[in-house]
């Protein structure tokens, strides 16, 4: 070996070295195999035969799952409590005694017979933040709070009391457990009596970062590593119901009909059309239907629908809509029926994710080498409750195909490694500056 | 007054005379008042609230409506018995002793809020005639028997025995009234033990006729009296099954969906258009559709629906499925749908009326001053069974507006009698053919 080619490999050497630090030294490394096997353990608690996720919101499986959820953060030594509402909070200090929380967090309930990576990959992954910051004894200037959310199938229930925005009606409402959420808030050892007292402001929350995985294809269909949440979109229900005249099926000529399904299917092209006619992200779907009498001989004389569009801008819904309900009109007279809309009392503005934490996201996902896209969340989150609190953003990971609240939902240990090093390297980011 | 004016008077009158025996005095006349009377009373066993008719086959209201009847015919001096089978037979006999029946007849039982005229005027008008042969002593060649068939609107269960077209599963069918046809059978004084020997042969029947209201609207629309029906329309069922990929309606992009509604609503209009391009009178229809899961932010993974087509042609449903079928192969592609086609066991084959009765009771339409209509039966009637039997035939009167199973059911008293009075002149007339 020359001097030269000695010179030239310790350049070499140097050079990867000063690389390897780059990426890898200015910050702390979360523990794969570790956020994996918590993954894996949660899975246990409600599988069921076909794989899939018992596990819903105040089933005993759910409580099984947070008693374990809440031992392992016993055992880090930090603060645990459950809120009126349910949600378990833990919290470790920060050094500066600041009143307002870096929080982070998700949920573990899932649909009946669901998957086991929606909201249980982002609170493992939380619980892997909270795990690394007491193993390596990280300093925080904020206390840093970890959130696993109640009932988030059901509505968004607990981030939905923190955000003040829960009343007696949501309280009375029955969920897929057969408890209702007042009893279940209990069960879960919350207090439905002063649940109301959980609602938290502004002052409050310093930041806060939900990480889950897409639920769309965007990411897997690209072979992009994460996903940076643009928001949450809005979305609005609305009851449809066609009227005609219901006949004999026998009886009745082709040209003497006032067939509800017709104009119905009609109808349902349209929606498609008129949301695919408009550039841009909007999706309408029309999921529920039902024709009366509903019999083989039978011509419908009535036929009841769901209509559900959802969109980043509530603009973009009001025009998507506005075209629906003119295109009924045409059909209408087509087809000598009458078209009825009626808003159904479940929809959601629109939450767009706070333009910083969105840039600390990106950056840090650029910082670590991964692959990022833009993009919004077409499903509801917690984060859309917490941004009517204080500053919040999202962190996306690619799902198998797209496939989600089905037992086939998956993601890779290589895509929930790398959602948790940007969580954490996001939530420092954002810890070390002063005002958001 | 002159002589020439004299004779010219009684020319006149003699004319007049002649043509007033032309249409009235060669036949008999039935009692207009007597079959309205009758009707009115029949709607009294089983009219709820809304005005409509709760006479479901097998219930208490059917009993006390049968027990009405029997006790009208009784009083005739009728030969009245129940067959095994639940039907009222009144047989008042010929002067022949002629082995084969001149029947006539329908059924009493309505749907559930049904009205008050389906079945019900054909059966006063049956009654009406056999009044009329027993009070104009009206000498016959054959026996006349007077046929009320069992719980025609569940399946013409009464007429198919005749036919010898039930089994053990038929029995075993629960009936709108909550009773089995066996148990239902057993109540009207029927014996399920034994039903099966109802079933008749050809060597039974002369001839069958059955009144009906029309069920349709083209006899009302026209304007017309009477309707001579052709026959009554084939017809077959089928369960479509479309399945697409149930997916999340937020975060599935427009383009990247597998929608089973879709796929649908453009099936239900083929169906439409491929049944209204063909010539002819053909029905196609698509009356109860559900959507699975069926929420309304969940796009469809799959979409069960009925298909009905009807005709009075077998080859002509074969030709119209045939198209229907390779329209949904062009829609499977366009929506990554399949589409899956079973047929139900419901089917029924067109029955063709005899054309010799056919010609009768247009012949005695056309003596009565009728205006008359040769027409499809689109409806299903025990006319079909009876005609598997021997040579049968169907007289309509208008519907108002053509609607039926309905409380809003409608036929005049004109419209009745006018029925009621062709229907004794065709049966007489019959009566006198030796051979049929």
Redesign the interface.
């Known amino acids: 070996m020359t001097v030269n080619k000695f010179i030239m490999r310790s350049a070499l050497f140097t050079f990867f070295l000063l690389f390897f630090f780059s990426i890898s030294s200015a910050q702390y490394q979360i523990n794969t195999e570790r956020v994996i096997q918590n993954l894996e353990t949660l899975k246990t608690f409600g599988i069921n035969d076909e794989g899939g996720n018992d596990r819903v919101a105040y089933s005993d499986h759910e409580l099984d799952a947070r008693a374990y959820v809440i031992k392992r953060l016993n055992d880090l030594g930090v603060e645990v409590q459950i809120d009126a509402a349910g949600n378990i909070s833990a919290i470790r200090k920060g050094r500066k005694g600041l009143s307002k929380v870096v929080a982070f967090g998700s949920h573990i309930d899932a649909v009946p017979n669901g998957g086991h990576y929606d909201g249980q990959v982002g609170s493992m992954a939380a619980l892997e933040v909270m795990q690394t910051l007491v193993e390596q004894k990280i300093e925080t200037n904020h206390d840093f709070e970890l959130l696993i959310f109640t009932n988030e199938e059901g509505g968004v229930f607990g981030s939905r009391a923190l955000a003040g925005k829960i009343d007696e009606g949501t309280l009375k409402v029955k969920t897929s457990s057969g408890y209702t959420n007042a009893e279940g808030v209990n069960r879960l050892g919350g207090d439905s009596a002063t649940i109301f007292s959980v609602k938290r402001s502004k002052e409050d929350l310093h930041a806060f970062i939900e990480l889950h995985i ?5 990411l897997y269909d690209q072979g992009i590593d994460v996903g940076v949440v643009e928001g949450i ?1 809005g ?1 609005k ?1 609305w009851d449809v119901v066609v009227r005609g005249f ?11 009909r006032k ?1 509800a ?2 104009a ?6 349209s929606v ?1 059309r008129i ?2 006619s408009i550039e841009g ?1 909007q ?9 009366l009498p ?7 004389g009535e ?1 009841r629908m ?3 569009i ?1 969109d980043l801008s509530s603009d973009r819904i009001k025009e998507v809509y506005e075209a629906i309900v003119s295109s009924a009109k045409a059909i209408e007279e087509k087809y000598q029926t009458t078209f009825e809309f009626a808003p ?1 009392d ?1 929809t959601s503005p629109p939450a767009m994710m706070d333009d910083r934490i969105r840039k600390v996201i990106s950056d840090q996902a650029k910082s670590l080498g991964y692959t990022q896209l833009s993009l919004p ?4 989150h917690d984060a859309q409750d917490m941004a009517m609190i204080g500053p919040t953003g999202m962190i996306f990971i690619p799902s198998y195909e ?5 037992p086939l939902e998956y993601s890779t240990p290589e895509d929930i490694a790398n959602g948790t090093q940007l969580l954490l390297n996001s939530l420092l980011a954002l810890d070390k500056m002063t005002k958001l």
Do not use: C, Y
Request: hydrophobic content about 40%; glycine content about 10%.
């Open positions: 897409e639920q769309g294809s965007n979109v979305l229900w219901a006949n004999h099926a026998g009886t009745t000529p082709m040209n003497k067939d399904m017709l119905s299917a009609e109808f349902i092209l498609n949301a695919k992200n999706v309408a779907t029309v999921g529920r239907i039902q024709a509903g019999a083989p001989n039978v011509i419908p036929v769901s209509l559900e959802r159904i479940a969340s077409g499903a509801g797209g496939i989600s609240h089905s």
